[in-house]
């Protein structure tokens, strides 16, 4: 195996194992839950939306922008999407304690 190869997969173990590291929370049960869960978490963990505690004018400004990133969000499920969000996630709920995770050396 060449040198180049050795570093490609040294450096492919490095982010799965970051990947793997970094896990994702379960979202709140409801009916978009699997939805948001996908379009979601393609970019980023679940640990970004459980954190948020946003209005719904908030969480329609961000479903907008991460549309126009490249989240894919059905035209149909829009609303719906910001309406799980701001139901689960509003200002006047505190956020959830994350869990901390060890770290191993």
Not at 22 to 28: E, F, G, H, K, V
Not at 42 to 69: F, G, N, P, Y
Request: glycine share 2%; proline share 6%.
């Amino acid at each position: 195996m060449c040198r180049h190869h050795s570093v490609v997969i040294a450096f492919l173990c490095i982010c799965l194992g970051a990947l793997l590291h970094a896990q994702s929370l379960d979202l709140p049960p409801g009916r978009l839950r699997a939805k948001v869960t996908t379009a979601c978490t393609e970019c980023h963990s679940s640990r970004i939306i459980v954190q948020q505690r946003l209005s719904k004018a908030a969480w329609t400004k961000e479903v907008d922008k991460m549309i126009k990133w490249g989240a894919v969000v059905d035209a149909a499920d829009q609303d719906s999407f910001i309406e799980y969000l701001s139901s689960n996630f509003p200002p006047d709920k505190a956020p959830d304690a994350m869990p901390r995770t060890s770290k191993k050396h």
